[in-house]
T-cell receptor, first 115, second 113 residues
Framework: AQSVAQPEDQVNVAEGNPLTVKCTYS??????LFWYVQYPNRGLQFLLK??????LVKGSYGFEAEFNKSQTSFHLKKPSALVSDSALYFC?????????????FGTGTQLKVEL | DVKVTQSSRYLVKRTGEKVFLECVQD?????MFWYRQDPGLGLRLIYF???????EKGDIPEGYSVSREKKERFSLILESASTNQTSMYLC????????????FGQGTRLTVV
């Protein structure tokens, strides 16, 4: 079975500082990994994905994520946070070996960027 | 842009009512999904469909059914609504292929009283 863990319910960071939102995963084979963002009372918006190749993936709005196979992690990062980045962030995984379409999400991390 | 449209943003229904949540996508995607979102639990998959008239149970299918008569439309049905089905419901679609991202609708906040 595939699963995702987001160990932090909330992350607080000052505007201009770097931010990291953590994600670890568990799959039987190799993973496809995704990050989504949700603003209040809205659906989820796709940010970026890791499929294969370069371990550092760049996405929308200046976000990037680093895939680490040995640590089974896919942490979301941004060099300089903005107040407008404040939102709920979800990590998700699909198992390549499973071959199915099921996308499993973590419980979400609330990011709060303060002035 | 891909558009996934859910028929209602907010719904209030009574216990025991039959409830229909509708979702339409305009990108000719093969796959469609229904999730529910609850605080602290993230998104949990209720059902998904990979083709017209095809469906598979997700992690929490109890109390729900689905219908996919046309490729662009995927309906979630609560046969007899209960208060523990009060939640945010999110529809999503994606093309075939495990490396493709899913696109989400704006969500329907359902309250069962």
């Amino acid at each position: 079975a595939q699963s995702v863990a987001q160990p932090e319910d909330q992350v607080n960071v000052a505007e201009g500082n770097p931010l990291t939102v953590k994600c670890t995963y568990s799959v039987s084979g190799n993973p496809y990994l995704f990050w989504y963002v949700q603003y209040p009372n809205r659906g989820l918006q796709f940010l970026l994905k890791y499929i294969t190749g370069d371990n550092l993936v760049k996405g929308s709005y200046g976000f990037e994520a680093e895939f680490n196979k040995s640590q089974t992690s896919f942490h979301l990062k941004k060099p300089s946070a903005l107040v407008s980045d404040s939102a709920l962030y979800f990590c998700a995984v699909r198992d390549r070996a499973g071959g199915g379409n099921k996308l499993t999400f973590g419980t979400g991390t609330q990011l709060k960027v303060e002035l | 842009d891909v558009k996934v449209t859910q028929s209602s943003r907010y719904l209030v229904k009574r216990t025991g009512e039959k409830v229909f949540l509708e979702c339409v996508q305009d990108m000719d995607h093969e796959n469609m999904f229904w999730y529910r979102q609850d605080p602290g639990l993230g998104l949990r998959l209720i059902y998904f469909s990979y083709d017209v008239k095809m469906k598979e149970k997700g992690d929490i299918p109890e109390g729900y059914s689905v219908s996919r008569e046309k490729k662009e439309r995927f309906s979630l049905i609560l046969e007899s609504a209960s208060t523990n089905q009060t939640s945010m419901y999110l529809c999503a679609s994606s093309s075939t292929g495990v490396n493709t991202e899913a696109f989400f609708g704006q969500g329907t906040r359902l309250t069962v009283v």
